[in-house]
């Protein structure tokens, strides 16, 4: 089976898909090995791993290099972030193609306009669907027609009202889907209860970004599955985690001066567990 029909049938089984979001080989690698059967890729992750000021001055070039790394560095589907196609729908069509000659299994892409001023705002409904089409159309065009397409909206985070953000999302996502998009995939959720209204009134399948901070505390992954969520995505868990753990370990070495901390969390690693986690990219 190839990865991509793997993906889709993944996200289509009774069986919500949790994707956690890599931002290198090595963090692809920890996820596959820990089980997860699917590895979403984080622009957000990737700008922030490089220092890099925004996810827009990160860049196409630098996205899709990496995103071929994680590929080549583990067996399961990964879910590339197209961002917002990096440009006009004709641009994003060669996103696309070139995602797809780095053997990607899906691609999100959104509707926010990025690399503007604040505040924080999507494009006009008819743009995003222009672009989902031609993202389609490049699909079939390389020879992929099932690939998978994930629309985001990030219409329910920019709003001032959360009702109107939420009607805004679900009618979006309904014409995301229609224009070819496989999987409706809505940011900004703050309580199951805006999970549940999301879920009723898309007319597909829907995937939520969880372990934000705001929602960390109000959604779990349990709640998700219970609602009829395809796919929950985790876009920061694995950076923050990252940060934290490196951060912690390293303030104890700086002010102890031994290792006690390291021996206390059973942090050292045998040669076998060197040889397996370094080894980011296949030979």
Known sequence: ??????????????????????????????????????????????????????????????????????????????????????????????????????????????????????????????????????????????????????????????????NEGLNESIARANLYLEAGADLAFVTGAATIAEVKTLVQGIRGPVSIAAGMPNNMSTISIADLRACGVARVSLPVVAIFSAIQALSRTLVALRDSQDFSLILRDKLQCSPEDVSRWLCAIKG
């Open 1 to 162: 089976m190839s990865k991509i029909a793997l993906l889709r049938k993944l996200l289509t089984s009774p069986d919500t898909l949790v994707m956690p979001d890599a931002y290198d080989p090595l963090s692809a690698r920890i996820i596959e090995s820990l089980g997860f059967k699917a590895v979403q890729c984080s622009g957000y992750s990737f700008a922030l791993a490089a220092c890099c000021p925004s996810e827009p001055e990160f860049g196409f070039e630098r996205n899709l290099a990496l995103t071929k790394s994680i590929v080549e560095a583990v067996q399961v589907p990964v879910m590339a972030d197209g961002e917002d196609g990096f440009g006009d729908p004709p641009v994003a069509a060669e996103t696309v193609r070139a995602f797809i000659r780095a053997g990607v299994a899906g691609i999100n892409i959104e509707d926010q306009v990025l690399g503007q001023p604040a505040p924080k705002r999507v494009v006009d409904r008819g743009l995003m669907v222009e672009k989902i089409r031609a993202a389609r159309e490049a699909t079939r065009q390389e020879g992929h027609p099932d690939l998978i397409i994930n629309g985001r909206t990030d219409a329910l985070s920019v709003a001032a009202d959360r």
